[in-house]
Nanobody, 123 residues
Framework: QVQLVESGGGLVQAGGSLRLSCASS????????MGWFRQAPGKEREFVGG????????AYADSVKGRFTISRDNAKNMLYLQMSTLKPEDTAIYFC????????????????WGQGTQVTVSS
C-alpha cells in the first residue's frame, strides 16, 4: 500500500513563504508524475500544479503561477511545493497525489492521495 505523507503546513502572514513536503513510501516513486491540489472550506478541490516523473516538466494553475514552485528529489522519494508571496486566498488543505499517467488538472486521474496539510495565510 503506497502512502503519501504531507508536512510543512502552518500559519503564515500574507506575503510570507512556506515549503510543503510530501514523502512517498513507493519505491517506484521516480516512475510517476505527481501533483499538488488544495481544498478551501466550502470549495471544490483544485489543481495547484504538477511535475513529471523526471522533474523536467512542471505546470501550474494560473492562480499560483510565478509564486509557487514544484520540485522533486527522486533519490529521497520526496515531492516539494515551495510557496512564496502567500495570499489569504491560498488558505486551504494541500494534498499531494500520484498520477495514474501524465499529470493534469483532473483529480480523478490521480490514484494515490496524502492526508493533506493545512496552510493558513493571515491578512
Amino acid at each position: 500500500q503506497v502512502q503519501l505523507v504531507e508536512s510543512g503546513g502552518g500559519l503564515v502572514q500574507a506575503g510570507g513563504s512556506l515549503r510543503l513536503s510530501c514523502a512517498s513510501s513507493d519505491r517506484t516513486f521516480s516512475s510517476y508524475d505527481m501533483g499538488w491540489f488544495r481544498q478551501a472550506p466550502g470549495k471544490e478541490r483544485e489543481f495547484v500544479g504538477g511535475i513529471n516523473w523526471s522533474g523536467g516538466r512542471t505546470a501550474y494553475a494560473d492562480s499560483v503561477k510565478g509564486r509557487f514552485t514544484i520540485s522533486r528529489d527522486n533519490a529521497k522519494n520526496m515531492l516539494y511545493l515551495q510557496m512564496s508571496t502567500l495570499k489569504p486566498e491560498d488558505t486551504a488543505i494541500y494534498f499531494c497525489a500520484r498520477a495514474l499517467y501524465n499529470f493534469n488538472s483532473d483529480s480523478s486521474d490521480y490514484t494515490v492521495w496524502g492526508q493533506g496539510t493545512q496552510v493558513t495565510v493571515s491578512s
